[in-house]
């Protein structure tokens, strides 16, 4: 990092207007990993989540839900929204509810300094509104309904008709930023990733921004503005804002929250999925802008989770709690499979098949072998006691070779967001040990007294690499490290594994001979097609 600040990464915050699914939970974890490897590295961090209360999907959801909306997302928040942070074991700093004071209070101030800054007007507004994406739509947004549609213009996101508004509201002057967010991206070519995301953004600025209301008067379950409390603050301009309000914006001068402000602003990475990039990386930055605040270093947009080729959702009925897949696989193995499997930034699609048969070939019988194997050869040749690695011959050489590698690849992977890379890096190491293992033959080894030198080399070797690997996963897969961990003595002999720095993986030898190891539960035991 350039500077002193901390590394502070958003997820987006999630409507209350159902239960979580995959979709929302892929977002979480990828924030969640890339944070927790940035705590491996020794960074100051903050990593946030949260929910979007407001608007008219939420409203509308508790009424047909027959109870007020406050109740309604107290509810679901209590009971779904909260539990669905241990269930994917995510370990954020905050967690913000955009019905909370802190943000009503800020979210009034930040409209305030907006208005008083001459980028806010009243005027009568027209047109098109698709409550599934709570926004108003430009024409080249609709495409023409077709069968129990015909004759109507489809949000394409939603595939339902979309609503015709006539409020009177207030503007946002979004306009007068077209030239400065052109100006800005051209000098971050970094700041919207991935590129076909930065190209849309830049294409879609350059062909015209026109003003935006920022206020609704037929909506009665938002945040009133100060100045005509009559009308609510549109959602997404109450939503966008908990990325600051959380962080401490408008806090009191030198209360704890405005300190944080100071050390965490301007997020390093608002993570979204590609559906709402426009209000990232367009209206967003430019809202900050009209405050005079420091945009997001970088939105990052990644892909949907697809079910027969299209946005799983709630409302298609396709979505699948992420309760489904962990009660059976475990939460580590979801994390791994789901920033595995999809290339960060593409469309994935899901299937039961293909996460089964990756956690039997690369959790089960890759990783998870090689550890029950390693620590249970230490068990029966050697007492459990880690033997020394002295005389260390060209076959270790090259794994030595290969873990500075891994570490490398997956340090700038990790931190460029390009999960699959960071965790195929290691997978490319763990395949290494495997084959070294076959090769090296510690049973033969074991046979002859004359060679017992060559197999306290082969086993130390093995425990060592299995250290390294714990400390590589454990951002991805914290629960099954944490085993391992105290399996290679590393917890007894290094401490704790959050404490391990990316930079000293590689260093060889950090377990001193004698340390005590054991063979625990398995790492990923096998799951039965069946179940
Ligand atoms: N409330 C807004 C975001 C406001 S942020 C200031 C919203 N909420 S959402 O619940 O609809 O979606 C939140 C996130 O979940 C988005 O990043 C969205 O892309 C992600 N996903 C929802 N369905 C998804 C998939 N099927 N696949 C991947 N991500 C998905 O938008």
């Known amino acids: 990092m350039a500077d002193s600040k901390a590394f502070y990464l958003t997820t987006p915050i999630y409507y209350v207007n159902d239960a979580p699914h995959i979709g929302h939970a892929y977002t979480t974890t990828a924030g969640d990993v890339a944070t927790r490897w940035r705590r491996q590295r020794g960074e100051d961090v903050w990593f946030l989540t949260g929910v979007d209360e407001h608007g008219t999907k939420v409203e509308r959801a508790a009424e047909a839900g027959g109870v007020t909306p406050q109740e309604w997302v107290d509810r679901l928040v209590e009971d779904a929204w909260l539990p669905v942070l241990g269930t994917v074991d995510a370990a954020n700093d905050d967690f913000i509810r955009t019905t909370e004071p802190r943000h009503k209070e800020r979210v009034q101030h930040f409209w305030e300094a907006v208005r008083d800054n001459g980028y806010v007007y009243s005027a009568p507004y027209e047109g098109p509104y698709c409550v599934g994406c709570e926004e108003f739509k430009l024409p080249g947004d609709l495409v023409p309904g077709e069968g129990e549609f015909a004759g109507q213009q489809l949000c394409p996101v939603h595939g339902r008709p979309v609503e015709q508004l006539q409020e009177e509201n207030w503007f946002f002057r979004l ?36 003003d935006i209301s920022m206020s609704r008067s037929s909506v009665g379950w938002g945040i009133p503005l100060t100045w005509d409390p009559g009308q609510v603050i549109y959602v997404w301009f109450d939503a966008l804002l908990n990325y600051a309000t959380a962080a401490g914006y408008g806090a009191e001068p030198g209360s704890a929250d405005a300190e944080r402000f100071e050390r965490i602003w301007p997020p390093d990475v608002n993570l979204v999925g590609k559906d709402i990039l426009r209000f990232h990386a367009v209206y967003w930055p430019a809202m900050l802008m009209a405050a005079e605040l420091e945009p997001p270093r970088k939105v990052f ?124 890096a290691v997978k490319e190491f763990i395949d290494a040990v495997n084959l ?59 401490g704790p594994l959050m404490e391990q720095r990316v930079a000293d993986v590689a260093r060889w030898g950090q377990l001193a001979p004698g340390t005590r190891v054991t063979k625990g539960d398995a790492l990923f035991p096998r799951i039965d097609e069946a179940s």
């Open 175 to 210: 306009s007068a930023f077209q030239d400065r967010l052109l100006a800005h991206y051209e000098a971050h070519p970094e700041a919207v990733q991935p590129r076909s995301a930065y190209n849309e953004v830049v294409s879609f600025i350059r062909q015209g921004l026109v």
């Open 301 to 424: 947009a990644h892909g949907w989770l697809l079910v027969g080729g299209e946005k799983m959702s709630k409302s298609k009925l396709t979505g699948i709690a992420p309760a489904q897949i962990i009660d059976t696989f475990g939460s580590d193995a979801f994390r791994y499979y789901f920033l595995r499997a999809i290339q960060f930034g593409q469309d994935g699609s899901f299937s039961w098949e293909d996460m089964h048969a990756r956690y039997t070939a690369e959790l089960a019988n890759g990783l998870g072998n090689l550890a029950s194997r390693g620590t249970a050869m230490v068990a029966r040749y050697r007492d459990g006691e880690l033997p020394a690695g002295h005389d260390l011959n060209e076959p270790e050489q090259a794994i030595i070779t290969a873990l500075g590698r891994a570490v490398e690849v997956a340090d700038r992977a990790f931190c460029d967001l390009d999960f699959s890379t960071g965790i195929v």
């Open 436 to 494: 070294y293992v076959t090769e090296q033959e510690p049973w033969v080894l074991a046979k002859d007294e004359s060679l017992s030198g060559r197999l306290d080399v082969v086993l130390n070797t093995i425990i060592e690499s299995l250290r390294a690997i714990a400390v590589l996963y454990n951002p991805v897969m914290p629960k099954a490290m944490s085993s391992l961990w105290e399996q290679t003595g590393g917890q007894a002999v290094l």
